[in-house]
């Protein structure tokens, strides 16, 4: 199992070492041991220029993800899942408006961005709400 870790934001120190231990957690529940990823923490206009280029939305958002399982020629077997993109600035402001530890918020955005790599969706209700039972579950092994 490979977690590639990138910070390119000064708002949080993050501890890269629980981060890992964290997804590993995670991917383990999920039947992934042999998953390599990407992490990428930034800020809110990093995000939003990440946001633009890959998605055509001109706004900041909390998670993006990048599925590498995805597309002609690629195998579903392969241990890369992809490359996920965390605002930790946004991730900081609603765990202070949910009076909820950083941690906890970091580690739904962790497992929010893993289930996108995975396939899960959130946009219709019904998978939103798939989506949504299963962070919750992976947030507690973490």
């Not at 990138?6 to 039947?31: C, F, N, P, T, Y």
């Not at 992934?32 to 633009?52: C, G, P, Q, T």
Request: cysteine-free.
């Amino acid at each position: 199992m490979r977690i590639d870790i990138m910070d390119l934001q000064e708002i949080v120190r993050l501890d890269k070492d629980k981060i890992k231990r964290h997804v590993l957690k995670a991917l383990k529940a999920l039947g992934e041991e042999k998953a390599e990823l990407s992490l990428l923490f930034v800020n809110d206009s990093h995000i939003k220029r990440l946001n633009h280029k890959y998605r055509g939305i001109n706004s900041k958002t909390d998670v993006l993800a990048f599925p590498m399982r995805e597309g002609e020629g690629l195998s579903k077997d392969s241990p890369i899942l992809g490359d996920v993109a965390i605002s930790i600035e946004t991730a900081k402001r609603e765990a202070k408006k949910r009076k909820s530890p950083f941690q906890k918020e970091l580690d739904l955005y962790l497992v929010h961005g893993i289930l996108h790599l995975l396939g899960y969706d959130d946009e219709g209700p019904g998978d939103r709400k798939k989506m949504k039972v299963k962070e919750a579950q992976l947030v507690e092994v973490m």
